[in-house]
């Protein structure tokens, strides 16, 4: 699954710096621009930088003279450090930036269905990050029980499906989802 994983990432990523959005407004401290293109790089880098892995080795010649490229000390913290960044982007992304465009004119939110599916989203990415702490602060028992769980494979997923959904909600792929989510919300 691995394979999978980066071929899912690198998509992530391609969609995230090629995605324009909204330039930054004077005053605002965020565009959309830049946020989704530090976290396509994120992603980038959470692909690149496999966890357990010391460097990039390469070999040429006879005998093999080989040289270690890349993150040899803390290449785990490396990956976890842009795990985070990438999921604090996509979260950033559905809480902030997504909802711009359902403003009013005084600059309030609209509680429209997209408006509810962005939050929804962004608060369920957030969740699953303060989910994953527990993995990182247990105890070798409790860690070797989640892995065989594949605990932090299910709290990534959800966190990267729930960014899809806000993805898709805002591009309006979502027009049924969204009308219910509106439904759900009290909003149009």
Known sequence: MGGVLTGTLAAI??????????????????S??????????????VALLP??????PVCIGEPRTCWVFGATAHAD?????????????LALLSLVQFP??????SGRLR?????FTFLLAGTAILAMMAAILPYFLADPETMVLLQENRYRFWCESIAVLAFATSWLANGGALGTLVRAMGRMGGGA
């Open 13 to 30: 990523w391609i969609f995230l710096v090629t995605y324009c959005g909204y330039d930054r407004a004077p005053g605002e401290w965020l």
């Open 32 to 45: 959309d621009r830049w946020l989704s293109r530090t976290a396509g790089a994120a992603a980038l880098a």
């Open 51 to 56: 966890i357990g892995r010391e460097g990039y």
């Open 77 to 89: 913290l490396l990956h976890y450090a842009a795990a985070f960044v990438f999921f604090l982007g």
């Open 100 to 105: 711009r465009g359902e403003r009013d004119a």
């Open 111 to 115: 509680w429209t269905g997209r408006t």
